[in-house]
């Protein structure tokens, strides 16, 4: 039996994490959460191999007393304050993030943790310099307070390896989208609006570009490094692979839901609305064993399984 433990696990990712591990009869998988973003009604249904406990990573005592008792063999570490605007605002929170990186590694390396994975993100590239953006070459320059603490994870995850041996892997996650997802997210945002046939809001000109995941696709790639034990002790990109305009993402999801919704454009944001983002996947693609999902067939799965905030679940 694996003892697994999923940090920020009823959130959108960790959630749909936790229901592909327990496909696993051989996985136990615990789930924390603090329930500020999470919500109980993303997990999966109750299971003698998985456990949830409501606890604050950031909390030393909290969490100590859980990694100590369960002496878990593998880390999720994807508990987080998110959303690049809410992170601005809320600039003091995002940094006691640290903590929790702090105390997820020190436990895991005293635990005997055999390996740790860690949720990063593309906000750590900044403003596109290269393109595709390559995890190896591509410069971190971002300066938001999200970013920071996401760069600061992956260095305490190299320096623990370094002194004490502790393997991880960091996944530097790209705009995912699937029906558990926030509405504070542009795709289900879009989609909201859509289905309420609602003035759809796009800031500036909207040609900003982006690439979106579908959430399987995430996960098999994530769950693909940590089965067959690929990328230990290095970074991979989990991202879609064709950029698109935020404009043509309002009209593409217009246009699927039979809306009339208008295109209404907003002032650019002030900070934090990045030009470009378009990630090489070249090392994902040998952890997906068959072709990503296309983003209107993943926008269609998501109407057709019935969006989460409009089942009236609050985020």
Same mark, same amino acid.
């Given at each position: ?63 100590? *007393? ?10 999720? %570490? ?7 605007? %809410? ?12 903590? &929790? ?14 390996? /740790? ?6 906000? $750590?590239?900044? +403003? =596109?310099?290269?393109? =595709?953006?390559? *995890? ?15 760069? $600061? ?16 892997? @960091? ?14 997210? /542009? ?5 909201? %609006? ?6 759809? =809001? ?6 900003? !570009?982006? !690439?979106?995941?579908? @959430?399987?696709? #995430?996960?098999?790639?994530?769950? #693909? ?28 999801? $217009? ?16 900070? &934090?609305?990045?030009? &470009? ?8 693609? $040998? ?9 209107? +067939?993943?926008?269609?799965?998501? @109407?057709?399984? &019935?969006?989460? *905030?409009?089942?009236?679940? =609050? /985020?």
């Amino acid at each position: 039996m694996r003892n697994i433990l999923i940090t920020g696990g009823a959130g959108f990712i960790g959630s749909t994490l936790t229901e592909f591990l327990l496909r696993t009869p051989n996985n136990f998988v615990v789930v924390v959460d603090n329930l500020v973003s999470g919500n109980l009604k993303k997990l999966p249904a109750a299971a003698k191999n998985f456990k949830f406990i409501k606890a604050n990573v950031n909390n030393r005592k909290e969490i100590s *007393e859980i990694m100590m008792s369960w002496k878990f063999d593998y880390v999720f %570490h994807y508990a987080a304050v998110m959303g690049v605007q %809410h992170t601005l605002a809320n600039p003091l929170l995002v940094l006691n993030d640290v903590e &929790g990186i702090k105390n997820i590694l020190e436990l895991s390396k005293n635990i005997g943790v055999k390996r /740790v994975f860690y949720s990063s993100s593309s906000e $750590i590239y900044g +403003e =596109p310099v290269e393109y =595709p953006q390559n *995890e190896l070459t591509t410069p971190l320059n971002s300066r938001l307070p999200y970013a920071i603490v996401k760069n $600061i994870g992956e260095a305490y995850l190299r320096s623990y390896k370094q002194e004490f041996d502790l393997d991880y892997t @960091i996944f530097r996650f790209f705009n995912t989208y699937g029906a558990k997802q926030s509405k504070n997210f /542009v795709i289900s945002k879009f989609l909201i %609006h859509a289905l309420k046939n609602e003035d759809i =809001p796009v800031y500036g000109d909207g040609n900003q !570009t982006r !690439t979106f995941c579908y @959430i399987d696709d #995430n996960v098999k790639a994530c769950l #693909n490094a940590f089965y067959k034990n690929i990328y230990v002790n290095d970074v991979v990109n989990i991202g879609g692979e064709n950029e698109i305009t935020i404009l043509n993402l309002a009209k593409i999801i $217009i246009d699927i839901t039979g809306s009339s919704s208008k295109i209404v454009f907003m002032p650019p944001l002030k900070e &934090g609305d990045m030009s &470009g983002r378009h990630p090489d996947i070249t090392k994902m693609k $040998i952890l997906i064993d068959s072709p990503l999902i296309p983003l209107k +067939e993943g926008l269609n799965i998501m @109407i057709k399984n &019935g969006l989460f *905030e409009l089942n009236n679940v =609050p /985020v």
